[in-house]
Each structure stands twice: as C-alpha cells, then as structure tokens.
C-alpha cells in the first residue's frame, strides 16, 4: 500500500473542500481558491475534517496515482490555508533586481534589462539583493521560481547569478599558472 497515498489529510479550520463528479477538487480558503480534475480512477472521500484517498486495486499505474492524487490535493490545502513562497538571490557585481507595478526588471550582466511580468496568482517582492516569490498554487511558484532563475544561472567559478536561497553551489578552482 502508499504510504504517503494511505495517509489522511486533515482540513484546517477556515478551508472547504467540495469533491463534484468526474474528481474535480474544489479547495476554498482564506488565501484564496483552487480547483484541479484529479484521475477518476482514485477514489476521493470527504470524512469529517479528513479527506481520505483510496485506489481500485494495485496495478502499477494506481499504486503510482494513489501517492501523487493524494500530494496535489494536500498542496492545494496548504496553499490556500498558508500559501508558498520561494527566496531567490541575486549574486554578483551590478547584478540587481527592482520591482515596478507587476514587473520585475532584472540587471544582470546583459546589454539589456530582463524584464518579466508577475503571472496571475503569483507575486513577486524584492528586498535588497532577495528575490520572493509568493502565491497559492505550490506548482506555479516553482515554475516561475525556476524561470527567472534561468535568466542568469549560478556559475561555479564566482558563484554569480540567480539561486535559490537554500541551494548551494558547488565552487570549482579557477586556471592556475604554468610550471
């Protein structure tokens, strides 16, 4: 049996969980609403304060959704009970970030700005040389974490770029001199 798909998940106070035909979970809460169609071969029960995940049987592709049905409908509880939020740092010499309305412009090295407009639901704050990113939705704020990390990835030799504020980056020795 899943371990992680055989686990209950309890529903914090403030937050509603409706479950429509064909899977289609509905998660209300203070931050806000999410809605997402989950496989309908999972069985999805609303038990008290608990939302419990069954599987059919034990076929491989169930014994897979069992686990991964059960995580996003978790994510969504957390995310409008509580929210999601990702640190970026922007590392290096006139490397810098600054925040105008719902774009963030980026400074990094290139004979232009980085501009990029904050996605619906998504919020982005900018303190110093720190990069927030704040929303509901736990897979959009990775994904748009992830995007701006791509305009200018760490670089092993002086650690400049875009990174996570939990990743660390793994440093190599420059050239060294002849003979």
């Known amino acids: 049996?899943?371990?992680?798909?055989?686990?209950?998940?309890?529903?914090?106070?403030?937050?509603?969980?409706?479950?429509?035909?064909?899977?289609?979970?509905?998660?209300?809460?203070?931050?806000?609403?999410?809605?997402?169609?989950?496989?309908?071969?999972?069985?999805?029960?609303?038990?008290?304060?608990?939302?419990?995940v069954g599987r059919p049987n034990d076929l491989k592709k169930?014994?897979?959704?069992?686990?991964?049905?059960?995580?996003?409908?978790?994510?969504?509880?957390?995310?409008?009970?509580?929210?999601?939020?990702?640190?970026?740092?922007?590392?290096?010499?006139?490397?810098k970030a600054q925040k105008s309305g719902?774009?963030?412009?980026?400074?990094?090295?290139?004979?232009?700005p980085v501009e990029m407009e904050d996605p619906e639901g998504i919020e982005t704050v900018v303190e110093g040389n720190i990069i927030t990113v704040k929303g509901i939705d736990k897979e959009k704020v990775g994904q748009f974490a992830s995007e701006i990390r791509d305009k200018r990835r760490p670089e092993p030799y002086k650690g400049k770029g875009i990174k996570y504020s939990t990743e660390v980056i793994r440093r190599k020795e420059?050239?060294?001199?002849?003979?």
């Not at 995580?71 to 939020?85: D, F, K, P, R």
């Not at 420059?174 to 003979?179: A, D, L």
């Open 102 to 112: 719902k774009k963030l412009t980026l400074s990094l090295g290139y004979s232009h």
């Open 1 to 52: 049996m899943s371990r992680i798909g055989k686990m209950p998940i309890a529903i914090p106070a403030g937050v509603t969980v409706d479950i429509a035909e064909n899977n289609k979970v509905t998660v209300k809460g203070p931050k806000g609403t999410l809605e997402r169609v989950l496989p309908k071969e999972m069985d999805i029960k609303l038990e008290g304060t608990e939302v419990v």
């Open 174 to 179: 420059g050239k060294t001199g002849k003979k």
């Open 62 to 95: 169930m014994k897979s959704l069992h686990g991964l049905t059960r995580t996003l409908i978790n994510n969504m509880v957390i995310g409008v009970s509580t929210g999601y939020e990702k640190k970026l740092e922007v590392n290096g010499v006139g490397y």
